[in-house]
């Protein structure tokens, strides 16, 4: 198993932790240069009754309280789902070096498929790269099963 599906695999257990309180199954970690975690996060919305509380800002706001400074530069975000409009401004807001993200979210993603905000060039600043579909088949998955069993 790869470095990157290694730490998906962590962020799929925040999604699955997700679960208990009935959020979408979301999960995030924050990684430094050096491969270790300092922050962590999974959608927290119905938990807290707060609509910012999307898994990447959960681990962003995380990570900056573990690191000390807002500045994450050098850090890299991972993230069972492609981030939406909102979680990409805190993402570029807080100088993520590198977003890896399992499933693409194709009504709603903001790093390649409908927007691509963390690669704008009309913006100050930018994500130096961002891989998709790491470990995606298991992220959707979980995504997808959830969702059924709400129509259920």
């Known amino acids: 198993m790869s470095a990157l599906e290694t730490a998906m695999t962590i962020a799929l257990g925040e999604a699955v932790r997700a679960l208990e309180t009935g959020d979408v199954p979301v999960g995030a970690i924050v990684v430094d240069s050096g491969g270790d975690i300092v922050g962590s996060g999974r959608n927290e919305r119905e938990a807290k009754g707060d609509p910012t509380a999307h898994a990447e800002i959960v681990a962003l706001r995380n990570a900056a309280e573990q690191v000390g400074s807002w500045n994450l530069s050098g850090h890299t975000l991972v993230v069972t789902l492609e981030p939406c409009v909102m979680c990409a401004g805190a993402i570029l807001n807080s100088r993520i070096e590198r977003v890896v993200?399992?499933?693409?979210?194709?009504?709603?993603?903001?790093?390649?498929?409908?927007?691509?905000?963390?690669?704008?060039?009309?913006?100050?600043?930018?994500?130096?790269?961002?891989?998709?579909?790491v470990l995606g088949d298991e992220c959707a998955g979980l995504l997808t099963e959830f969702f059924g069993e709400l129509r259920d």
């Open 101 to 133: 993200f399992g499933a693409w979210d194709e009504k709603a993603g903001a790093a390649g498929s409908v927007l691509d905000l963390l690669r704008d060039r009309s913006l100050p600043y930018r994500v130096d790269e961002v891989v998709g579909g």
